[in-house]
């Protein structure tokens, strides 16, 4: 068992939707929790960061996680074409143990 | 400020060939990575230094790649010999500390191992 799952998509929306994309992880003692965007032939990009439990929001970027049912979730409220990326969660702990998600890729339709 | 360097951009090479890969962490920070990323996978850390020393490369094939960061600061990667599995893009990443949540990574290397 992976100790990230994440659904690949693709995910196509029209612009101005709201966007969900979502991992589940293996193991509770996982506590950091991360959003990284990549571009096409680019490094990913740290987007949110999260530590245990509850919401965060930037903008139009919401990252949430409910450790009880070991479930992240990344909310993209008004999507752009700009948006347009692969999205990768990611997961640690303290001993420095970090894992990436495979991706899920976002089409934003103008 | 700038960001990691990596060069070169792209590389293909034949099987069995070797190929070596250089990174430029951000001025001042102290620990650097390098990812695999096969196209449609997250990236897969293979190998962490913290200055000039290794603090992890559990998933580094070490038969066939090899790393070095002498001066603390910049990085090669090689691979010797290549295999077709090898094709991916290789991500440089650092860090101003040991927490990997606050890297920032390179554009990476795209390789394609014929």
């Known amino acids: 068992q992976k100790e990230v799952e994440q659904d690949p998509g693709p995910l196509s929306v029209p612009e101005g939707a709201i966007v969900s994309l979502n991992c589940t992880y293996s193991n509770s003692a996982f506590q950091y929790f991360m959003w990284y965007r990549q571009y096409s032939r680019k490094g990913p990009e740290l987007l949110m960061y999260t530590y245990s439990s509850g919401n965060k929001e930037d903008g139009r970027f919401t990252a949430q996680v409910d450790k009880s049912s070991k479930y992240i979730s990344l909310f993209i409220r008004d999507s752009q074409p700009s948006d347009s990326a692969t999205y990768l969660c990611a997961i640690s702990n303290t001993g420095n143990q970090f894992y990436f998600g495979t991706g899920t890729s976002l089409t934003v339709i103008p | 400020e700038a960001g990691v360097a990596q060069s070169p951009r792209y590389k293909i090479i034949e099987k069995r060939q070797s190929v070596a890969f250089w990174c430029n962490p951000i001025s001042g920070h102290a620990t650097l990575y390098w990812y695999q990323q096969i196209l449609g996978q997250g990236p897969k850390l293979l190998i962490q230094?913290?200055?000039?020393?290794?603090?992890?490369d559990s998933q580094l094939p070490k038969d066939r790649f090899s790393a070095e960061r002498l001066k603390g600061v910049d990085s090669t990667l090689k691979i010797q010999p290549a295999k077709l599995e090898d094709s991916a893009v290789y991500l440089c990443?650092?860090?101003?500390?040991?927490?990997?949540?606050?890297?920032?990574f390179g554009p990476g290397t795209r390789l394609l191992v014929l």
């Open positions: 990443a650092s860090s101003p500390g040991l927490m990997k949540e606050t890297q920032y």
């Open positions: 230094f913290q200055n000039n020393g290794v603090v992890d």
